[in-house]
């Protein structure tokens, strides 16, 4: 075992602005959805730019619910999303009562395969759900001429993509319908758990706040600052209860701010990695196309066969060193309940199914310095040279 402390996987980078804003906001009194939410969905909307409006939550998985349930997603209605994800891309279709149809993704990016898309269309099909593994944008011009050939709705799962770009403009500010972002503990910026709902449509936006909370037509601080009396609001859904808390925002205020400097820091180690680990038997992590943004949540390698060493013995081995690492993802198919309600088989899916096989996520995040990265590197040197 190494002398030094454990590396671990990922870390969260909280400031002592986030820390006093969180305290400021205990102080206040308001600590459920209240003036820092409403700053937060402000600075994000600005942030993305766009004229695009957000609507905060306590997790992407709330958020992709109700953009689902936004877009009029229901009962018998087939959504197509790729099987190398979390599922939670796929169980808030089924919350609605709906089918997650999993396609292949690129062997190259990870993402999902436009024309893997295109043949599972059947006249059941309403949406499509990309995620931008990582943090590298979908092939969104494919996809967003698939979506308008056959008139499906498109709602971007874009937990790992803050920020990205595609063809130079954020994710968020897309000609899709809905985009979802993450703020769990590990990803490129954290309330804890939170999360974003994004569009430019003002329908879907109104659907979203009111469902978020109970399905009232006016959250706690619409009654506190408007004239009309406090008491009185109208259900008229049965709602969620997914609003996020004010802690929470006052985490992402001073996180949004830092984010950009996150994201360069996170660029500039995936580079360290891509010149470390060139010339050993693995497939690195593509990159952004020229010009654009990777928002480099993960850096996912693959062994290759040469490598003489399994995933799960490579992980064994950086753990016998020191390091944390992890695995993006146990594609959907592999997962007893989606393989066995969806009749999934891994022949459905040789692109993922060879890429999960194949795929480690080494640590990668902003609190970690030279020095940690550094030693991630020998280890990996380390335990490749010795099999
Ligand atoms: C993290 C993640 C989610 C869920 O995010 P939460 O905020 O934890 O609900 C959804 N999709 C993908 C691809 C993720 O990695």
């Given amino acids: 075992m190494n002398e030094e402390k454990f590396l671990p996987f990922a870390l969260p ?32 909307a600005a942030f ?29 209605d087939e959504v ?31 993402n999902i395969d436009p024309l893997a898309v295109e043949a599972a269309i059947t006249p059941r099909t309403r949406a499509i759900m990309p995620v931008h593994f990582a943090g590298l944008s979908c092939d969104m011009d494919a996809l967003l001429a698939i979506a308008r050939r056959h008139g499906l709705k498109v709602v971007e799962d874009a937990a790992h993509a803050l920020p990205t770009t595609w063809a130079g403009r ?24 939170g999360g974003m709902v994004v569009t430019r449509n003002p329908e879907i936006a109104k659907r979203c706040r009111v469902m978020r909370l109970h399905g009232i037509s006016r959250d706690a601080f619409d009654r506190y600052v408007s004239k009309s009396p406090a008491w009185f609001y109208e259900v008229i859904a049965p709602g969620y209860k997914y609003n996020m808390t004010d802690m929470a925002a006052a985490m992402g205020i001073h996180q949004l701010r830092r984010l950009d400097g ?8 995936a580079r360290v990695y891509d010149k470390a680990l060139l010339d050993l038997p693995v ?16 850096y996912p390698v693959r062994l290759l066969p040469e490598a003489g060493i399994s995933r799960d013995e490579f992980i064994v081995k950086m753990s016998e060193q020191g390091i944390g690492c992890s695995v993006h993802f146990i594609p959907l198919h592999l997962h007893p309940y989606w393989r066995d309600s969806c009749d999934l088989v891994p022949e459905m899916f040789p692109v993922a199914q060879r890429l999960f ?30 099999v």
């Avoid at 730019?49 to 936004?70: D, F, Q, R």
């Avoid at 996150?262 to 180690?269: I, P, W």
């Fill in 283 to 298: 497939i690195l992590p593509a990159g952004a196309p020229t010009g654009d943004l990777h928002a480099r949540h993960l």
């Fill in 357 to 386: 096989e194949q795929e480690v996520s080494i640590p990668l995040y902003t609190r970690m310095s030279d020095a940690d990265q550094h030693r991630v590197i020998v280890a990996i040197r380390q335990v490749l040279a010795n």
């Fill in 48 to 76: 993305l730019g766009g004229g695009v409006e957000s609507i905060a939550v306590n997790s992407a998985t709330a958020g992709l619910h109700l953009a689902l349930e936004a877009i009029g997603i229901g009962p018998g």
């Fill in 170 to 193: 954020k994710i968020g500010t897309l000609e899709t319908d809905v985009t979802v972002f993450s703020f769990y503990a590990n990803k490129t910026m954290t309330t804890g758990e």
């Fill in 13 to 44: 980078e909280i400031g002592e602005e986030e820390i006093q804003e969180v305290v400021a906001s205990l102080r206040s009194g308001w600590v459920t959805t209240g003036p820092r939410t409403r700053q937060f969905e402000q600075d994000f």
């Fill in 262 to 269: 996150f994201q360069l820091k996170r660029e500039a180690m």
């Fill in 80 to 110: 197509i999303l790729p099987s190398y994800t979390f599922t939670a891309t796929a169980e808030v279709v089924r919350y609605l009562g709906a089918i997650p149809v999993m396609v292949d993704v690129l062997d190259h990016t990870f």
